[in-house]
């Protein structure tokens, strides 16, 4: 009897979530069929099923230039990530294992410098890139990035470090080791599943930032959200192309970040949720 | 001895993050705060000087500047009302046992991986396309009249594209909450004879109250600075009916080059910002001191 109200209550909530989920996954769903119709079939009404070709593709590299706005993307995210990795693991680092009074206050000023509206510093900011030549950088872009993460960077390493304990590193140094053994030997192999996972986060999150990755480049160094937004300015049908651009320009980061739920949740609640 | 050189070698490991924030923080800030008070138009430096507070003045008699506050705060609050209230919702009905969880939670946080540019575009094109879109299709099936969503509905379209990218965001992170919450304070709860609805208030929903915080923190944040889904749907229009604050102020300084009011403009979001920071703050700190 009760294994049978369970199994009743099981199966409608699985339909009930299944539907739910494909509605909510819908438009993602739709945009991958679409991009493999012909313009032609992407107007004529609702239709999941597909011709299958992908002359979309082939188009959105030949007339567009996809790929060098995907590697824009892969590099401004992977180095826009590895460069606050570099600022932050110090930090993070020195206020896990040695916290002052002050470390707790430290780290929610930097968590309020993450609200500071993007659009206050807009101008000062455009002029700054003018003047030195880096609008349109790659460099300058990656550097902006960098600053805008920072914080985030700095409290996940600081909750995955904070959870390494202290004793460990006391009993390496009652046995002698150096402070540089210390490091190598006993407290990267414990880091460094926290470092991976803020670096998976940030990549995304610099991957998908779409205010100054816009508005601070022009073609050199667009990335893929600037590649996408010159798709909102009319240029006849082209819902096949635009799917096609929009299915190569989330597919990796889709991915990625279904392997990331976990470290998502705890990074961008600053730990407070795991 | 040994705990005075560790702080100072703590504080020499931290000054690079510290310092760079500063001067992220300070610089541009202190220019913008400069600028507000100028006369500045790149197009025509002839009459660049001090001019007081008339920025100030004239971006809050464009009457657009109130429009765009409106939009901005419905836009918040919207957002937040359907994600935290569908988060909810949805994280309840995922923590039931059921075939195919991993694959459901998957497809349910896809949304949030999606670029808002795209996200935006695909909206706008191929969902609420008057013509084309699948809701245009939907009504014509029931024999109804397509809507023009960005037409009619400018804010409400937008709200619904951006709460369609948080949803994702709020439900991952209430349904770890949930997840946490201990199986045997559960039992105990039905078999004192508590049902599904007083469970769900005294027991449920103060195990989820810190991870709401954090979602309307979190969103809050991002959700005052909307910007990319404006620029590819509507432009902020028609006329100022779907601009928000971000959005004038980018209008006033890259489009008009009215580097003063653009400025007065960003120092009132700043302001602005500050405001729902200090309560969101408070908030947070208090939860994450327990």
Known sequence: MARAVTTQHKTIATAAAWIVALLIFFPILYTIITSFKSEQEAIQGFNLFPSGTTESYSEVQAQNGYFKFFLNSVFLSVGSTVLALLVAIPAAWSMAFSPGKRTKDILMWMLSTKMMPAVAVLFPIYLIFRDTGLLDSRIGLMVMLMLINLPIVVWMLYTYFREIPGEILEAARMDGASLWNEIIYVLTPMAVPGIASTMLLNIILAWNEAFWTIRLTTTEAAPLTAFISSFSSPQGLFWAKLSAASTLAIAPILIMGWFSQKQLVRGLTFGAVK | ?290
């Open chain 2, 1 to 290: 001895m040994a705990t005075q050189q560790t702080r100072s070698l703590a504080r020499f490991m931290m000054a690079p993050s510290v310092v760079l924030l500063l001067v992220w923080m300070i610089v541009p800030l202190a220019f913008t705060l400069w600028f507000s008070f100028q006369q500045y138009n790149p197009l025509n430096p002839m009459r660049d000087g001090f001019v007081g507070f008339s920025n100030y003045a004239l971006f809050y008699s464009n009457p657009a500047f109130l429009q765009s506050i409106l939009n901005t705060l419905t836009i918040v609050v919207s957002v937040l009302l359907i994600t935290v209230i569908g988060g909810i919702l949805l994280a309840l009905l995922l923590d039931q046992p059921m075939w195919g969880q991993g694959i459901v939670r998957i497809l349910v946080i896809s949304p949030f991986f999606v670029m808002p540019p795209v996200a935006a575009l695909v909206w706008k094109n191929m969902i609420m396309h008057p013509q084309y879109g699948v809701f245009a299709d939907i009504a014509r099936f029931f024999g109804g009249q397509p809507i023009d969503w960005f037409g009619q509905h400018p804010l409400l379209a937008i709200i619904i594209i951006v709460a369609w990218q948080w949803l994702p965001f709020a439900t991952l992170i209430l349904l770890t909450a949930l997840q946490s919450l201990d199986g045997e304070q559960k039992e105990a709860a039905e078999m004192d004879g508590a049902g599904f609805i007083s469970r769900f208030i005294y027991l449920t929903l103060p195990h989820m109250s810190r991870a709401i915080t954090v979602v309307i923190l979190i969103q809050t944040i991002f959700l005052l600075s909307v910007y990319a889904e404006i620029l590819v749907t509507t432009n902020g229009g028609p006329g100022y009916a779907s601009t928000n604050l971000p959005f004038l102020v980018y209008q006033k300084a890259l489009l008009e080059f009215k580097i003063g009011q653009a400025s007065a403009g960003g120092i009132i979001a700043v302001i602005l910002a500050n405001i729902v920071a200090f309560f969101a703050m408070r908030a947070v700190g208090k939860n994450l001191d327990k």
